[in-house]
C-alpha cells in the first residue's frame, strides 16, 4: 500500500455525517470507539462547508433554468483546456489522501474527464474513468429531488407537517417537510449516538433498516426549536424518504428509477440494496472511521453494508453520470420545472447557505458525499454552465487537521479538508471560477 495510506496524525476520525463538503490494520484490530469529537464535528463541518454563503449564492436563478446544452458542450475540450484542468486536478490530488481519483467537466467549451491513481494500492489496479463510487450525501439531493417533484405534481406540499406522514416524530405538529429539506427541523441525526457508531463500526456488514435509524434518531434529544436554527442531520433525510414512499405507494428506489433515473438516462447510477453487488468496477475505498484513537491504520471499507445511509447516502454513481445529473441539479431541467427551480436555487437562506437538499459555494450549487473509504464531490456553476463532479477512494481529510487523523505527508500549510473539495478548489481556479470551501472543522 501507497505510504499516503501508511500513517496519520492523531485524534478521533469518523464522520457519519454522511458529508456536504458529506457517511483498520493488520494483526488484531482495537475495538471501535466512538469519539465526541467524531460524528458531532462532522455535522458542524457539514454546516460550515456553506458558512460563507448567502441566499443570494445564484445570481439570476431564472436564467439559470434557461441555459441550452450546446453540442460543443459534449466534444473534448481543447488541448490547452485539457492541459490546464489535468495540471490543476493533479496539484489538487497531491495534496490529498486519496490514492485515486477521477475528475471530470462539462462546459459550453467542451468536455474533458481522467482518473488518477490507484484503485486498489494493493493489486496495483489503476483508476478508471468509468469507475463506480459510493455518492454518500449526494444522495440526498436526489431524495429531495422526489419530494420537490411530488410538491410540483400536488401531491404534497413543503409545508406540511411531518406528523401528518411520520405521527412519531416528537413535535412533529410544529416541524414542515421545508424544515426536513433545508436542515432547519432540530431532529438529531441518528450518526450522534454513540450507541449507533460503536454498533456500526464493531460490525460494518449489518444490515440496517429505515425504521432502526429512525428510532435511534428521533430519541435523541432535538437541536433546537424547529425553524429557528441550521443543523445538518441525516434524521431529516430518511424522513423525507419515508414520505416518498408513502405518498406514491412504492418503494423508494423504485420512485428513484422512475422519475430521475430513467428519464436522464443515468443507467451507471444505482441504489444497491445490502444483498445487492457493488457496481463494477470500482474502487476500494479507505478510511479511518471506526479506528480507535491510536490506530493509524486505515480500513478497508469497500465491503461495508450502506444501509445505514438508505436515504441520505445509500446511492453509487459514475462521473459521467454525475455530470448530466449535476447539470439538471443545476437547471433543473428533465427534473423540475423553471418555477420549482427557482425557488430551489433561491433558497440558500437557512444558516450555512443550505437551501432544499443542496447548498451553494460562489455560485456553484450542489453537494459532497462521504461514506466511509469514498468521498464526492458534484457541483454546478450557475454563472458558466458549467459541471464538475470528483470521485476519490479515501475519505480521510489532509491539511491542519486538529481534530482528525492526516496522512503523515499531511500539508500542514493547507487548510483542513476532504480529498474530493480541494481538487474541486484546485479545479475550480483553472476554470476561473472559483470554489473556496472553508476549512473542515
Given at each position: 500500500?501507497?505510504?499516503?495510506?501508511?500513517?496519520?496524525?492523531?485524534?478521533?476520525?469518523?464522520?457519519?455525517?454522511?458529508?456536504?463538503?458529506?457517511?483498520g490494520?493488520?494483526?488484531?484490530?482495537?475495538?471501535?470507539?466512538?469519539?465526541?469529537?467524531?460524528?458531532?464535528?462532522?455535522?458542524?463541518t457539514?454546516?460550515?462547508?456553506?458558512?460563507?454563503?448567502?441566499?443570494?449564492?445564484?445570481?439570476?436563478?431564472?436564467?439559470?433554468?434557461?441555459y441550452?446544452?450546446?453540442?460543443r458542450?459534449?466534444?473534448?475540450?481543447?488541448?490547452?483546456?485539457?492541459?490546464?484542468?489535468?495540471?490543476a486536478?493533479?496539484?489538487?490530488?497531491?495534496?490529498?489522501?486519496?490514492a485515486?481519483?477521477?475528475?471530470?467537466?462539462?462546459?459550453?467549451?467542451?468536455?474533458?474527464?481522467?482518473?488518477?491513481?490507484?484503485?486498489?494500492?494493493?493489486?496495483?489496479?489503476?483508476?478508471?474513468?468509468?469507475?463506480?463510487?459510493?455518492?454518500?450525501?449526494?444522495?440526498?439531493?436526489?431524495?429531495?429531488?422526489?419530494?420537490?417533484?411530488?410538491?410540483?405534481?400536488?401531491k404534497?406540499?413543503?409545508?406540511?407537517?411531518?406528523?401528518?406522514?411520520?405521527?412519531e416524530?416528537?413535535?412533529?405538529?410544529?416541524?414542515?417537510?421545508?424544515?426536513l429539506?433545508?436542515?432547519?427541523?432540530?431532529?438529531?441525526?441518528?450518526?450522534?449516538n454513540d450507541?449507533?457508531?460503536?454498533?456500526?463500526?464493531?460490525?460494518?456488514?449489518?444490515?440496517w433498516?429505515?425504521?432502526?435509524?429512525?428510532?435511534?434518531?428521533?430519541?435523541?434529544?432535538?437541536?433546537?426549536?424547529?425553524?429557528k436554527?441550521?443543523?445538518?442531520?441525516?434524521?431529516n433525510?430518511?424522513?423525507?424518504?419515508?414520505?416518498?414512499?408513502s405518498?406514491?405507494?412504492?418503494a423508494?428506489?423504485?420512485?428513484?428509477?422512475?422519475?430521475?433515473?430513467?428519464?436522464?438516462?443515468?443507467?451507471?447510477?444505482?441504489?444497491?440494496?445490502?444483498?445487492?453487488?457493488f457496481?463494477?468496477?470500482?474502487?476500494q475505498?479507505?478510511?479511518?472511521?471506526?479506528?480507535?484513537?491510536?490506530?493509524?491504520?486505515?480500513?478497508?471499507?469497500?465491503?461495508?453494508n450502506?444501509?445505514?445511509?438508505?436515504?441520505?447516502?445509500?446511492?453509487?454513481?459514475?462521473?459521467?453520470?454525475?455530470?448530466?445529473?449535476?447539470?439538471?441539479?443545476?437547471?433543473?431541467?428533465?427534473?423540475?420545472?423553471?418555477?420549482?427551480?427557482?425557488?430551489?436555487?433561491?433558497?440558500?437562506?437557512?444558516a450555512?447557505g443550505?437551501?432544499?437538499a443542496?447548498?451553494?459555494?460562489?455560485?456553484?450549487?450542489?453537494?459532497?458525499?462521504?461514506?466511509?473509504g469514498?468521498?464526492?464531490?458534484?457541483?454546478?456553476?450557475t454563472?458558466?454552465?458549467?459541471?464538475?463532479?470528483?470521485?476519490?477512494?479515501?475519505?480521510?481529510?489532509?491539511?491542519?487537521c486538529?481534530e482528525?487523523?492526516?496522512?503523515?505527508e499531511?500539508?500542514?500549510?493547507?487548510?483542513c479538508?476532504?480529498?474530493?473539495?480541494?481538487?474541486?478548489?484546485?479545479?475550480?481556479?483553472?476554470?476561473?471560477?472559483?470554489?473556496?470551501?472553508?476549512?473542515?472543522?
Open positions: 500500500m501507497k505510504s499516503r495510506f501508511k500513517t496519520a496524525g492523531a485524534g478521533a476520525a469518523m464522520a457519519l455525517a454522511l458529508g456536504l463538503t458529506a457517511c490494520g493488520s494483526g488484531t484490530p482495537a475495538a471501535p470507539q466512538a469519539s465526541t469529537t467524531g460524528p458531532a464535528a462532522a455535522e458542524s457539514a454546516a460550515a462547508t456553506f458558512a460563507a454563503s448567502t441566499a443570494g449564492c445564484v445570481a439570476d436563478p431564472l436564467a439559470v433554468t434557461a441550452q446544452l450546446t453540442e458542450a459534449k466534444e473534448p475540450v481543447d488541448a490547452e483546456a485539457a492541459a490546464a484542468l489535468d495540471a486536478a493533479t496539484a489538487g490530488w497531491a495534496q490529498t489522501s486519496a485515486g481519483a477521477v475528475v471530470a467537466v462539462q462546459g459550453p467549451g467542451g468536455s474533458w474527464s481522467k482518473a488518477y491513481g490507484l484503485a486498489d494500492p494493493g493489486n496495483g489496479v489503476p483508476m478508471a474513468t468509468d469507475t463506480h463510487q459510493r455518492i454518500g450525501s449526494v444522495t440526498k439531493t436526489f431524495t429531495g429531488t422526489l419530494v420537490l417533484q411530488l410538491a410540483e405534481a400536488g404534497l406540499s413543503l409545508e406540511d407537517p411531518i406528523s401528518r406522514y411520520a405521527p416524530v416528537p413535535n412533529g405538529a410544529n416541524i414542515t417537510l421545508r424544515m429539506l433545508n436542515m432547519t427541523s432540530g431532529i438529531s441525526s441518528y450518526t450522534l450507541n449507533f457508531t460503536r454498533e456500526l463500526f464493531a460490525d460494518p456488514t449489518k444490515t433498516t429505515p425504521d432502526q435509524l429512525l428510532a435511534i434518531g428521533l430519541a435523541l434529544p432535538p437541536q433546537f426549536t424547529p425553524g436554527e441550521f443543523n445538518y442531520s441525516n434524521t433525510t430518511i424522513l423525507l424518504g419515508k414520505v416518498v414512499e405518498v406514491t405507494g412504492s423508494f428506489a423504485d420512485v428513484l428509477q422512475e422519475q430521475i433515473l430513467d428519464p436522464l438516462a443515468l443507467s451507471q447510477t444505482s441504489m444497491p440494496g445490502a444483498d445487492d453487488p457496481p463494477a468496477p470500482h474502487a475505498g479507505f478510511t479511518l472511521q471506526g479506528t480507535a484513537a491510536n490506530d493509524e491504520t486505515p480500513r478497508n471499507a469497500t465491503g461495508w450502506p444501509t445505514w445511509a438508505w436515504t441520505a447516502g445509500q446511492m453509487v454513481s459514475t462521473v459521467d453520470d454525475l455530470l448530466v445529473y449535476g447539470r439538471a441539479l443545476g437547471t433543473g431541467q428533465g427534473l423540475l420545472d423553471p418555477e420549482a427551480q427557482i425557488e430551489r436555487l433561491s433558497s440558500m437562506a437557512a450555512g443550505y437551501g432544499l443542496g447548498g451553494c459555494v460562489n455560485g456553484w450549487f450542489g453537494h459532497t458525499g462521504e461514506l466511509p469514498y468521498n464526492t464531490s458534484v457541483f454546478y456553476d454563472q458558466t454552465d458549467t459541471t464538475v463532479a470528483i470521485l476519490a477512494n479515501s475519505d480521510i481529510p489532509t491539511g491542519n486538529t482528525s487523523k492526516t496522512p503523515a499531511n500539508p500542514k500549510d493547507l487548510p479538508m476532504d480529498p474530493t473539495p480541494r481538487i474541486l478548489a484546485s479545479v475550480s481556479a483553472a476554470l476561473g471560477r472559483d470554489f473556496t470551501p472553508p476549512r473542515k472543522q
